[in-house]
């Protein structure tokens, strides 16, 4: 299973970016979709989760820092689903990961949790 995140780039504050994950090598029925991001000199941190199930969502969190400003959906295709990163800040920039789980249901912010992990995408986002 290999998951591939995308959409990362530079944007001035207040900017918008839309980030995406595709995982290939599996098709997950149900699993958990989610999104993690590491600043620089930080720890890596939770920052979206939505779990999926038979076409439906089924339940979905974010960080405190995130919400109202970010959202977590499903992609068009099987197996993808997106970051919506609205009214950035520069606290945001960082490397932003996505993850999926199949095994922990039906929701979990815990990183150690998931299985599956994409490499990263960075987002920079300037004053």
């Known amino acids: 299973v290999q998951l591939q995140a995308s959409g990362g780039g530079a944007v001035q504050a207040g900017g918008s970016l839309r980030l995406s994950c595709a995982a290939s090598g599996v098709t997950f029925s149900r699993y958990l979709m989610g999104w993690f991001r590491q600043a620089p000199g930080k720890e890596r941190e939770f920052v979206a989760v939505?779990?999926?199930?038979?076409?439906?969502?089924?339940?979905?969190d974010y960080a405190d820092s995130v919400r109202g400003r970010f959202a977590i959906s499903r992609g068009d295709a099987k197996n993808t689903w997106n970051l919506q990163m609205n009214s950035l800040k520069p606290e945001d920039t960082a490397v932003y990961y996505c993850?999926?789980?199949?095994?922990?249901?039906?929701?979990?912010?815990?990183?150690?949790?998931?299985?599956?992990w994409g490499r990263g995408t960075l987002v920079t986002v300037s004053s």
């Open positions: 939505l779990s999926w199930s038979d076409d439906n969502v089924y339940l979905g």
């Open positions: 993850a999926a789980s199949v095994q922990t249901w039906p929701l979990t912010t815990t990183e150690s949790l998931y299985e599956y």
